[in-house]
């Protein structure tokens, strides 16, 4: 059964720190996998996208990373903002063509305080 | 700004009662895509229309149903409503039919439905 998790569910960090945020999937077979930000009562919003041959992508203070051998992707957030408390979402989808699938995880609520 | 506009923002409204969301895609994108977000839960995927056709469906839930118009935008309809319906109901719109890197989907505001 295709399923993605995300860790820590939340997390709390202080302004100006780092952090990073896991996803791990059984979606099968891979094509591409997306990490979203969702602020809180607003639509998600695209950070990344990673493809199979990627293994590191950046954009601005986010990069992601990918090892398709272990299933894994992480979100890493450098010199957090408390603009950055959010909810950040994985999403998988596997490479069934016209019979695509996206999987998503539940997420993992950041908080970033002063 | 995503592009895609959600009517409306928020509805209240009470048990066994139909209600209908709206949805106008991005320009030119002629992909749509119907989302439920509820507190505990993570984005559901319901339904997705291409072109004005259906062409898959998630988990959505028989009292429920969604159509796409000639002019691109579309309606879920929502009927004999639950407690348990009260959620965050998200339309995405596409360019074409598949999520790859150059298909992205871009989401609207959401309409807060609350079911008293």
């Known amino acids: 059964k295709n399923q993605v998790e995300q860790s820590p569910q939340s997390l709390i960090i202080l302004e100006g720190k780092n952090c990073t945020l896991q996803?791990?999937?059984?979606?099968?077979?891979?094509?591409?996998l997306r990490w979203y930000k969702q602020d809180t009562g607003r639509g998600p919003v695209s950070l990344t996208i990673m493809t199979f041959s990627e293994n590191t992508k950046s954009n601005g203070r986010y990069t992601a990373t990918l090892d398709a051998d272990t299933k894994q992707s992480s979100l890493h957030i450098t010199a957090s903002q408390l603009s950055d408390s959010a909810s950040y979402i994985c999403?998988?989808?596997?490479?069934?063509?016209?019979?695509?699938?996206?999987?998503f995880g539940k997420g993992t609520l950041l908080t970033v305080n002063p | 700004d995503s592009g895609v506009t959600q009517t409306p923002k928020h509805l209240i409204t009470a048990t066994g009662q139909r209600v209908t969301l709206r949805c106008s895609p991005r320009?030119?994108?002629?992909?749509v895509y119907w989302y439920q977000q509820s507190l505990d839960q993570g984005l559901q995927f319901l339904i997705q229309y291409y072109n004005g056709e259906e062409r898959a469906k998630g988990n959505i839930l028989e009292r429920f149903s969604a159509q796409q118009f000639p002019d691109l935008h579309s309606e879920l309809n929502l009927s004999s409503l639950e407690l348990g319906d009260s959620a965050l109901y998200f339309c995405a719109s596409s360019v074409g039919l598949a999520g790859g890197p150059y298909n992205e989907q871009f989401f609207g505001p959401g309409t807060r439905l609350t079911v008293l």
């Open positions: 996803c791990n999937y059984t979606v099968s077979p891979f094509s591409n």
């Open positions: 999403v998988v989808r596997n490479s069934g063509g016209s019979n695509y699938k996206l999987t």
């Open positions: 320009s030119g994108d002629l992909s």
